[in-house]
């Protein structure tokens, strides 16, 4: 199995441009995510989804959207390009196992696209 | 808002040494906390998870506790590699099946 899968690895945008950065798993998980990770710190959450179909913000969505046709594919789009998205951008997905508030989530990202916006 | 903060932010240590990386959190009500690893150019790894009722995890070489009353976790690493050398976050889990990461610690293992 390829697990998570995104392209492109590497991108420079002129600010104003857009771009889509592209998302897919193979493993019929329900959930996915985008996270951020700005040099020193954490991830943060931009968009998650639960289902094709249904999406949600994250802590961090301003300049971004996302959509989720399908199962496997979880594209997030950057409309207007600045300068403060220059990061490097993760995909996850997830499955459950358990059942309601006990429920556990088992997580796989991919590796990654490293984006400067100049 | 649910914060978590790991310190220190870099640890170099020499091969074979022992050592503890430190997660806090500073909203109680989790569900669980997982411990991942970050290579670089790579995606992240999950190494242990401890639930919100447990007080730790073992994994080999690896042993993580929790203290949910005080919003601690640490990650103990037995006999450290080289191999060891990467990025360690922690993040708890609250709500869903959404994850608040901490900003994590780079380790260096020198042989």
């Known amino acids: 199995n390829a697990g998570v899968t995104q392209t492109p690895k590497f991108r420079i945008l002129k600010i104003g441009q857009s771009m889509t950065l592209q998302c897919t798993q193979d493993?019929?998980?329900?959930?996915m995510y985008w996270y951020r990770q700005d040099p020193g710190m954490g991830l943060k959450l931009i968009y998650y989804s639960v289902g094709a179909g249904i999406t949600d913000k994250g802590e961090v969505p301003n300049g971004y959207n996302v959509s989720r046709s399908t199962t496997e594919d979880f594209p997030l789009r950057l409309e207007l390009a600045a300068p403060s998205q220059t990061s490097v951008y993760f995909c996850?997905?997830?499955?459950?196992f358990g059942g309601g508030r006990f429920a556990n989530y088992g997580y796989t990202f991919g590796s990654g696209t490293r984006l400067t916006v100049v | 808002k649910q914060e978590v903060t790991q310190i220190p932010a870099a640890l170099s240590v020499p091969e074979g040494e022992n050592l503890v990386l430190n997660c806090s959190f500073t909203?109680?009500?989790?569900?669980?906390l997982q411990w991942f690893r970050q290579d670089p150019g790579k995606g992240l790894t999950s190494l242990l998870l401890i639930q919100s009722s447990q007080r730790e995890q073992t994994s080999g070489r690896l042993n993580a506790s929790l203290d949910k009353s005080s919003g601690r976790s640490t990650l103990y690493i037995a006999a450290s590699q080289p191999g060891d050398s990467a990025t360690y976050l922690c993040?708890?889990?609250?709500?869903?099946?959404?994850?608040?990461f901490g900003e994590g610690t780079q380790l260096t293992v020198n042989p």
């Open positions: 996850a997905s997830s499955y459950s």
């Open positions: 493993m019929n998980h329900n959930y």
């Open positions: 993040a708890v889990r609250i709500s869903g099946s959404r994850l608040t």
């Open positions: 909203d109680s009500a989790i569900y669980n």
